[in-house]
């Protein structure tokens, strides 16, 4: 209520008018807070029509605007005086009737050759105009040059100091202050060995005073190391949130430009903003990009990315940990790093950031499905086991998939179905229901399918199927099946790569039992099965002809495909020869094996690859029933 109500106005207006005129209240301004600063440049362009039209309008002086005709006649009747004649206008004096002043005015002169001599003979005072074209060149090119650079101005200032001209040494890494940095341990799940490795780096953030009182010394550099989507750059976020200190993130791609000394200005700058920011966290992501081992390049390396590279080391040497400034860093190609980056006193503390076990996918996905309608009866270890080899990436990529198949079905939570299905959309692609298959070619595909899972089921060291489909998915995948691996696996043994072997030559062999011919649909399981074969002849010793040695290959990338390299040969053309031999046994012994379990069990091939053409998609449950098991193979 206010406490004016029920007051006589004019007390009212008496109160206000003493408080307006009254001095401020000193404790009221000191506890009032500050008034927010907020510029606009409509603000300057709204006074200035202001301004325009109160002095066209209000403050200049009155001026008559006549006809040439009228003004002819008022010099007939000699009513007009004092004339200034421009090459365009003729301003002058307008005698008024009476006692009235006389009145300004001004007419638009149009060609008259008699006009000086009318003047002349009725005695009127008149001069002439002399205007100046220097001034209107002057302004003509001056005003628009001072608006460009009121704009210029107003925009280099809106976008900050981090732009313009002399920008490029300025380093472009993004700073996120204390309670932007919203990310802690909670958040991270599934490694928690890297944790716990990092939890001294958090420990000395919050209470440097601890190590220094016993002479101890910080890592000054702490690499992250793993395959992509693991959550190294999560990881390096999750420190500064626990340790609630600035964090500084740039690539490390940003460092170099076309423009020779950037990338080594940039480091400096970079360097310098973080120390005036201790404790702080400079976070490098992608740090192969800057630090690729020097010299590696035979075509001659690139002296501005070397720069940049010994300007990094020479800042890593230059400061001391015990300013409170870590540097991270983050990398899936650990291999290619130069040498002097890893030295003690640089990063010379590793951390491994590694594909999580299944218990580590399982608090991974309780954390990514924390916002998400669960139906109670989705298991998320169950959805864990059938994920191996996931990321984190991966698996939020899993959940997020699993809830927009279930909004599009306008289901109110998220079932077991969906997260079925998103693992299939995941693994083997898109699901292309439309795609037009030939009677013949379905045929062959359903007793592919069959002959990989009948062969998967008779062998003892392989997968469980968990199902068999005949759906066209991703681009070339004209069916699938899938195995639900039972454990993590980080060893194999000659018997368990065999037995893999033999699972993917199962759809070839099944095509030439049945059909008494072979397709292109083994292409991929026959490279598969020949990079199995060929492994454990040059790599792992398995060949009982060429003995216990390692014919090594090219040095592979550690957490990235094979296929981002290729095999460097170290050995003779006669051992080639032999290699290729032992190979081509291997591959061929496994063939015949497979042979005679299809032969075995022709007629549940033929009945499941019947059920496969009924149904497109059979369970692995259906399939064991055909088989006379009862359990998954492995299960307890």
């Not at 200035?48 to 605007?65: C, G, T």
């Not at 790093?337 to 590694?354: E, I, T, Y």
């Amino acid at each position: 209520m206010d406490e004016d109500d029920g007051k006589n106005p004019s007390e009212i207006f008496k109160k206000r008018l003493k408080s307006f005129f009254s001095p401020p209240d000193p404790q009221r301004k000191k506890n009032a807070l500050p008034p927010k600063a907020h510029f606009s440049i409509w603000y300057f362009l709204i006074i200035f029509l202001l301004i325009s039209v109160v002095q066209n309008y209000f403050l200049a002086p009155r001026v008559e605007n006549i006809p040439y005709s009228k003004f002819k006649q008022s010099l007939v009747e000699g009513q007009v005086n004092n004339l200034v004649i421009g090459p365009d206008k003729i301003n002058g004096k307008l005698k008024a009737k009476g006692d009235k002043a006389e009145q300004d005015f001004v007419t638009i002169r149009v060609e008259d050759p008699n006009l000086i001599k009318e003047l002349d003979e009725r005695k009127v005072s008149y001069s002439g105009l002399y205007e100046s074209k220097l001034m209107a060149n002057i302004l003509s090119w001056v005003i628009p040059l001072a608006i460009f650079f009121i704009i210029w101005r107003y925009a280099m200032k809106r976008m900050g100091p981090g732009y313009g001209v002399m920008s490029f040494s300025k380093s472009k890494a993004k700073l996120f202050a204390e309670n932007e940095t919203k990310v802690t341990f909670a958040d991270v799940a599934g490694i928690d060995e890297a944790k716990e490795e990092l939890q001294e780096v958090v420990e000395f953030l919050k209470n440097p005073g601890k190590f220094q009182k016993l002479g101890g010394r910080i890592p000054k550099g702490v690499l992250l190391l793993g395959p992509p989507g693991t959550g190294k750059t999560l990881l390096a976020k999750a420190v500064a949130g626990e340790a609630s200190v600035p964090f500084f993130s740039i690539s490390g791609s940003e460092f170099v430009e076309m423009f020779v000394g950037v990338g080594a200005a940039r480091v400096r700058d970079l360097f310098s903003q973080a120390t005036s920011h201790a404790p702080c966290i400079i976070f490098i992501d992608e740090l192969d990009a800057l630090g690729k081992a020097r010299g590696i390049n035979v075509m001659g390396g690139h002296d501005e990315r070397e720069q940049t590279l010994n300007q990094l080391l020479v800042e890593m040497d230059g400061f001391e940990s015990n300013k409170g400034v870590i540097i991270m860093a983050a990398t899936n190609r650990p291999e290619i790093l130069d040498p002097a980056l890893l030295r003690p006193g640089r990063f010379d503390r590793q951390v491994l950031v590694d594909r999580p076990d299944i218990n580590g996918r399982e608090a991974i996905l309780k954390i990514h499905s924390r916002k998400v309608v669960l139906s109670p009866e989705v298991d998320l270890k169950k959805i864990a086991a059938r994920t191996p080899g996931f990321v984190g990436a991966d698996l939020a990529n899993l959940v997020n998939e699993a809830a927009l198949l279930a909004a599009r079905k306008n289901k109110e939570e998220v079932t077991s179905a969906e997260f079925d299905e998103a693992i299939d959309r995941v693994v083997a692609g898109l699901e292309k229901k439309k795609r037009v298959m030939s009677p013949k070619e379905k045929e062959i595909v359903a007793y592919h399918e069959s002959g990989h899972a009948i062969v998967a089921e008779s062998v003892e060291h392989a997968d469980p199927v968990h199902k068999i489909s005949i759906i066209p998915r991703g681009v070339a995948a004209l069916g699938y099946t899938q195995q639900q691996p039972t454990e993590d696996r980080y060893l194999m043994t000659k018997s368990e790569l065999l037995d893999r072997m033999g699972v993917l030559l199962g759809g070839r062999v099944a095509e030439e039992l049945v059909f008494g011919e072979i397709s292109t649909g083994a292409q991929n399981d026959l490279q598969r099965a020949t990079d199995i074969a060929r492994s454990m002849v040059t790599e792992y010793g398995m060949s009982a002809r060429l003995g216990l040695v390692a014919y090594e290959r090219e040095r592979r990338p550690m957490f990235l495909p094979e296929s981002f390299t290729s095999g460097g040969k170290t050995y003779s053309e006669e051992k080639a020869a032999e290699i290729d031999g032992e190979i081509s046994t291997v591959v061929e012994d496994t063939h015949q094996r497979v042979r005679g379990i299809l032969g075995e069990k022709r007629e549940v091939l033929n009945t499941l690859a019947k059920l496969l053409l009924e149904k497109e998609i059979v369970q692995g449950d259906e399939m064991r029933a055909l088989l006379g098991k009862g359990e998954k193979k492995g299960q307890v």
